[in-house]
């Protein structure tokens, strides 16, 4: 009897044990909700005219959500609520955030007091078109994710991801803050925070992200051994104007990150041009 006693309490704790999740699971989704709260904060920053903070906040905001999905990968943790939760993290740090920050920064703060009441407006409108353009972006990748990939898409994005697309329409203000805060170059700063070319700028990068075109995916690209070497150097010298000037760095890399664009699409044409001859000659061996 005893022993039969004995197997029903062992049954009785494993059924217990199923009910219940292991703590680690939590922490991907924290780092995913520190990440919302820092584009939160980033939009209060922005509505006070405290232009740098705000500009820090997006730059914690882009560290947590590049990091969330490689703790849960490690932990072993990842669930759909971490996906759902990360894309409405994304869509707040790097589509309303961003929006926000370009609108208070072209129309001179809150008050609106240096810019056209019809400007103001156009801003508005050119800001809310690139909200919603991230926010279609993710949702179509949301969409995909379960499609298979073909292998001329391995080394490239559909269109620009959305954390690139905020480093691209945050660019001129950031390079502009940072001529400005060295009292270098008055001119280029007030061409930069242009609402003409604010405008622009929300409209072409949105207009990015909600395109079909490839963009440059560095997570399953290769390297030749002989270009280690070249490459590590380039880091380190990227590394001392990060140092040396780090909002200025971060500014230009945007603007060159801008003309990788078609750059991407000529290599991606010619890769896809190269799987298609392939597949016409292996097709007429296999029939």
């Not at 049954?11 to 292991?22: H, L």
């Not at 409108?125 to 298979?148: H, I, V, W």
């Not at 954390?163 to 940072?178: E, K, N, Y």
């Not at 971060?250 to 078609?262: E, H, K, L, R, S």
Request: aromatic residues 10%; contains cysteine.
């Amino acid at each position: 009897m005893s022993r039969f006693r004995l197997r029903g309490r062992r049954r009785k704790e494993r059924t217990v044990r199923q009910d219940r999740i292991p703590l680690r699971s939590i922490v991907p989704n924290l780092i995913t909700s520190a990440a919302a709260c820092a584009g939160i904060t980033s939009i209060s920053l922005s509505s006070e005219e405290r232009w740098t903070h705000a500009l820090v906040a997006l730059l914690v905001a882009c560290l947590c959500d590049g990091i969330d999905g490689r703790v849960a990968r490690l932990l072993k943790c990842s669930s759909k609520l971490g996906a759902e939760l990360d894309s409405l993290a994304d869509f707040v740090n790097f589509g309303v955030a961003p929006a926000m920050f370009m609108y208070y920064w072209l129309t001179g703060g809150p008050s609106h007091l240096a810019v056209d009441p019809h400007i103001v407006r156009l801003v508005l409108g050119c800001s809310l078109f690139y909200a919603m353009c991230d926010c279609f972006r993710l949702a179509r990748f949301n969409t995909m994710l379960e499609q298979p990939t073909l292998p001329y898409w391995k080394n490239y994005f559909l269109g620009v991801p959305a954390p690139g697309g905020c480093w691209m329409v945050l660019s001129p203000a950031i390079l502009s803050l940072a001529l400005d805060a060295k009292g270098k170059a008055p001119a280029y700063a007030e061409f930069f925070q242009n609402p003409i070319f604010g405008m622009f700028m929300l409209l072409f990068v949105g207009a990015l992200m909600a395109s079909r075109l490839p963009t440059i995916s560095l997570k399953h690209l290769h390297v030749h051994r002989s270009a280690v070497l070249p490459l590590m150097a380039g880091a380190l010298f990227v590394v001392a104007l990060l140092v040396s000037n780090f909002w200025m760095t971060i500014g230009a890399a945007g603007i060159a990150y801008m003309f990788t664009v078609p750059v991407t699409c000529a290599f991606f044409v010619r890769g896809r041009a190269r799987h298609e001859r392939m597949q016409s000659v292996s097709s007429p061996v296999q029939g």
